[in-house]
C-alpha cells in the first residue's frame, strides 16, 4: 500500500496560483504513476493530470487544465506536485492524488485531500 498526504490548497483569485503536494510513503518502489484528481459539489471525480513516476517524462492533462497546470515529482522527496497558474472558479474542488501500480488499471492509495476554491 501506498499512504499519500496532499497539501498547499488555499483560497485564492481568479488568475492566480497554487502549488498542490502529495507526499507518498510506504510501498513506493511499486508505484508506476501518479495522478491528480479533482471533485467538484455535485460532478463526478476527474482526472486531472498525471505524471510516470519514475522517469517523470509522460505527462498527461485534462483538456480544461492544459496549459495552465503543471505536473512534476522529486523521487528523493517521494513528492508529486502539481503547479496551478491562472486559476479559474471552475477549477474549485476537492483535489486528490493517487498512484497506480505497473499492474493495475486504476488508482488507489487516495489520499484526504485537500480543498481548492478560486473566487471570481
Known amino acids: 500500500q501506498v499512504q499519500l498526504v496532499e497539501s498547499g490548497g488555499g483560497l485564492v483569485q481568479a488568475g492566480g496560483s497554487l502549488r498542490l503536494s502529495c507526499a507518498a510513503s510506504g510501498r513506493i518502489f511499486s508505484v508506476y504513476r501518479m495522478g491528480w484528481f479533482r471533485q467538484a459539489p455535485g460532478k463526478e471525480r476527474e482526472l486531472v493530470s498525471s505524471i510516470s513516476w519514475r522517469s517523470g517524462d509522460n505527462t498527461n492533462y485534462a483538456d480544461s487544465v492544459k496549459g495552465r497546470f503543471t505536473i512534476s515529482r522529486d523521487n528523493a522527496k517521494n513528492t508529486v506536485y502539481l503547479q496551478m497558474n491562472s486559476l479559474k472558479p471552475e477549477d474549485t474542488a476537492v483535489y486528490y492524488c493517487?498512484?497506480?501500480?505497473?499492474?493495475?488499471?486504476?488508482?488507489?492509495?487516495w489520499g484526504q485531500g485537500t480543498q481548492v476554491t478560486v473566487s471570481s
Open positions: 493517487a498512484a497506480r501500480s505497473i499492474t493495475d488499471v486504476s488508482y488507489s492509495g
